[in-house]
């Protein structure tokens, strides 16, 4: 009797507990949620409790199944495998009714795997696996131009997304003007790579490269100016022609004014000087006066050689009573100025560095 009684058990397996289960691939994006279907029905005969027990055999072979989320007496139990922690969910707030599915959040590359559903609820038991793939969307996606974008140069248009798991598809297109591609192009419009010849002025443009894949899409634009060789050298040399040309003008500008300005102090002064030199002193302190006067306005003209520490020490006393006193200044340099005339005449040296510079500027 042997036979019957197996016959008797097969039967038994195919009334009782079973999953209804669509899928048996799942494709997801990174970070996306994914949906792990597990319906179930059971039968009459089923009357034991019920366990449910989700598995995961990691796409890497190394790892061992794993158990990530339990359902037993009535009870979840999660947090078996770390690489899933909090991560992974029931769908159904009644799972005895006959839902198990869960939900992984946040996927990641490590979720790539089997997943097994098993269903117990004696005698009927079950189960069911979907694969879970876990794609990476293209994103951080550049356009750019590899070569010398001028009239009769071969150069390349590259498209080349940062990542994006494979198999990635390229589509090019044109997005101004007559939007049409050029002809020569159409045979790697699909390619991270066109590759132009002997290019045209009308092949500028703006272009997009959009990539995909099974999961998401990125793009990017890629601005072409394809212009004569001879203008773009002559527009780089135009603009430092142009620089330099525009730098001189300022710089004879400046040049000019100070000149102009200069030769008006001078002029000034020349006037003072004669002003005080023709006219012997007849006083003390006119002669004071206007000397204090004249040095006042030449200073700022005075080239340094020019001033040679006398004026500059004489400047800082000015305009003091030191003017008086200047014979007695140890700061005045003896050399230009004859004692005598120091001490017979008063304020006369002071006269004399004002003429000695004015004899060195002429
Ligand atoms: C499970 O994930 C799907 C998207 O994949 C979502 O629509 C659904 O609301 C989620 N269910 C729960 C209970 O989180
Ligand atoms: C490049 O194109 C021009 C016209 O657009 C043509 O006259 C010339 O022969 C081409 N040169 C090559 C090397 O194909």
Redesign the pocket.
């Known amino acids: 009797h042997m036979p019957s009684v197996i016959e008797k058990l097969l039967c038994d397996f195919a009334r009782s507990l079973t999953i209804i289960n669509p899928e048996q691939m799942i494709e997801k994006a990174k970070g996306e ?3 792990l279907p597990c319906k179930f029905t059971v039968s009459d005969e089923d009357q034991g409790p019920l366990d449910i027990e989700w598995l995961l055999s990691p796409a890497d072979n190394q790892k061992p199944d794993q158990v990530i989320i339990l359902y037993s007496g009535d009870k979840i139990y999660v947090d078996y495998y770390q690489d899933l922690k909090g991560r992974v ?1 029931f ?1 159904s707030n009644d799972i005895t009714s006959g839902d198990a599915s869960i ?1 992984v959040t946040n996927l990641q590359l490590s979720d790539i795997g089997i997943y097994q559903c098993k269903v117990k609820k004696a005698p009927g038991v079950a189960n069911k696996k979907v694969q879970l793939t876990v794609l990476v969307k293209p994103s951080g996606i550049r356009c750019f131009i590899d070569g010398s974008e001028e009239i009769g140069n071969d150069f390349k248009l590259k498209c080349e997304p940062k990542e994006g798991s494979l198999p990635l598809r390229y589509e090019w297109q044109k997005l101004s003007d007559s939007q049409k591609m050029p002809d020569s192009w159409l045979p790697e419009m699909t390619s991270p790579v066109i590759s132009v010849k002997n290019a045209t002025s009308e092949y500028s443009g703006t272009y997009s490269c959009t990539v995909r894949n099974r999961v998401g899409s990125d793009q990017c634009l890629l601005r072409l100016d394809v212009v004569p060789p001879s203008n773009r050298a002559g527009t780089i040399a135009g603009a430092i022609i142009g620089t330099l040309l525009a730098l001189v003008l300022i710089g004879c500008i400046v040049f000019c004014c100070h000149k102009k300005r200069r030769e008006e102090k001078y002029e000034k002064e020349v006037h003072h000087d004669i002003r005080e030199d023709v006219p012997p002193p007849k006083s003390r302190t006119s002669t004071a006066r206007s000397y204090i006067g004249s040095n006042h306005s030449s200073l700022g003209s005075m080239s340094p050689s020019n001033m040679e520490g006398y004026s500059k020490t004489l400047y800082n006393q000015v305009p003091s009573e030191d003017f008086e006193r200047a014979p007695q200044s140890p700061t005045l340099p003896p050399a230009k100025v004859a004692a005598p005339n120091l001490s017979r005449m008063g304020a006369v040296p002071v006269m004399i560095p004002a003429q000695s510079k004015d004899g060195s500027i002429v």
């Open positions: 949620t994914a949906y969910h769908t939900n």
